[in-house]
């Protein structure tokens, strides 16, 4: 059974945007902390943004603050992750993931309950 289901990725330019969605049921969105995670060739996985299960609450990395945005849709249990202004350094595999609010942060991905399958997205110079 399939928890979480990425979609949106793909190859965009540098400066470029893309959006990318993960579905999910309204147990684990409503009741969980919701991230995006991505991980790079020969890197480790890296935590991109939070949100909280009532959505009031985010966090970013600094590497991606001001570019992307993590907001998500209560009625379609859907998490989103904007991303403006992209960089080749942005190219890897992202990942949605959800945790209990306790456990919700960008430096711990072993204590995330729940794992998409990933999708790519690379950025050309």
């Known amino acids: 059974l399939v928890e979480l289901v990425e979609s949106g990725g793909g190859s965009a330019q540098a400066g470029g945007s893309l959006r990318l969605s993960c579905a999910t049921s309204e147990y684990i969105y409503t009741s969980h902390c919701m991230a995006w995670f991505r991980q790079a060739p020969g890197k480790e996985r890296e935590g991109v943004a939070t949100?909280?299960?009532?959505?009031?609450?985010?966090a970013y990395a600094d590497s991606v603050q001001g570019r992307f945005t993590i907001s998500g849709s209560y009625g379609e249990n859907t998490l989103y992750l904007r991303m403006n202004s992209l960089k080749p350094e942005d190219t890897a595999m992202y990942y949605c993931?959800?945790?209990?609010?306790?456990?919700?942060?960008?430096?711990?991905?072993?204590?995330?309950?729940?794992w998409g399958q990933g999708t790519q997205v690379t950025v050309s110079s």
């Open positions: 993931a959800a945790a209990s609010e306790t456990n919700c942060a960008l430096d711990r991905p072993y204590m995330y309950d729940y």
């Open positions: 949100v909280s299960s009532d959505g009031t609450r985010t």
